[in-house]
C-alpha cells in the first residue's frame, strides 16, 4: 500500500517544502523545463512500495521519445549492508530511457527498474546495470540496461542541505550479450565499444555490437 512518510530534518516531523511531494513536483518541474510538458503518464504501484509514475516526453523533431520515472528520489537508495537506512543522506536518482520512436509498453520495465532500490534494497549508480529477465518492451532484443553518467541530459536537481542532489541517469539498453560482455570487461569498456562501432543506441530496433 502506498503511504506518504516524512523524509527530512526532525524525525518527529517535516517542513512542507522539503515534504515527499515536494520533493517530486521539483522532479517532475525539472524534467518539464529540459524536455517540455510530458505527451502522457502512467503509474505502477507494486507490492510494498510506494507509487512509482513514468513520465513519455516526445516524439521531438527528432523523433526520440523520452521516458522518465518519477517516484525513485523520493527517498535516498540505502547501502544494503546499513543497519539503519539514513532517511536524509545518500543517493537519490530518476531514471530517463531515450528510444527512437518510442515503446510505451517500456513502462513498466521502467517502473520496476525505479522500485528496485526499495524492493531490493539496491543502490542504482553510473556503471551498474539492471536486468530484467525478459523483453524491456515486446519484441525488444535487450533484457537489462546500463545506468550511465547523469548530467549531461538533464542536470542535477538540487536539495536543501543535508539532503544529496537527485540525478538523472540515463538507462542504455543491452543485449543479453552485451550485458555479459560488460560483467566480465566493465561498463567503459562496453560504452568505448559502441562509441568506436557508432552504435545508434536509442535505435529500439539495434543489433548487438561486435564483441569479439
Do not use: C
Not at 518519477?70 to 537508495?77: D, H, I, K, T
Not at 544494503?80 to 530518476?94: F, H, I, K
Not at 509498453?105 to 521502467?110: P, Q
Not at 537489462?144 to 541517469?169: M, N, Q, T
Amino acid at each position: 500500500m502506498a503511504h506518504d512518510f516524512p523524509l527530512f530534518g526532525d524525525p518527529h516531523g517535516s517542513s512542507p517544502e522539503l515534504s515527499r511531494e515536494a520533493v517530486l513536483a521539483a522532479v517532475e518541474a525539472r524534467l518539464i523545463s529540459t524536455f517540455g510538458e510530458p505527451s502522457g503518464r502512467a503509474a505502477v504501484t507494486f507490492l510494498g512500495t510506494d507509487r512509482i509514475e513514468v513520465l513519455r516526453f516526445g516524439p521531438d523533431a527528432e523523433g526520440l521519445v523520452r521516458y522518465a520515472s518519477l517516484g525513485m528520489s523520493a527517498a535516498p537508495m540505502a547501502d544494503p549492508t546499513a543497519m539503519v537506512a539514513d532517511q536524509v543522506r545518500g543517493p537519490r536518482a530518476e531514471l530517463v530511457l531515450t528510444v527512437r520512436g518510442g515503446r510505451d509498453d517500456v513502462l513498466r520495465s521502467l517502473a520496476t527498474f525505479a522500485a528496485t532500490p526499495q524492493v531490493e534494497g539496491l543502490v542504482v549508480a553510473p556503471g551498474g546495470s539492471l536486468d530484467l529477465g525478459a523483453p524491456l518492451w515486446e519484441g525488444a532484443p535487450f533484457t537489462s540496461v546500463l545506468a550511465a553518467e547523469p548530467g549531461g541530459l538533464v542536470p542535477d536537481l538540487e536539495l536543501d542541505e543535508p539532503a544529496d542532489p537527485v540525478r538523472f541517469l540515463p538507462l542504455l539498453p543491452m543485449t543479453p550479450n552485451e550485458a555479459g560482455w560488460k560483467r566480465v570487461h566493465g561498463a567503459a569498456a562496453l560504452q568505448e565499444r559502441w562509441l568506436n562501432h557508432g552504435t545508434d543506441l536509442r535505435d529500439p530496433d539495434r543489433r548487438g555490437v561486435r564483441l569479439d
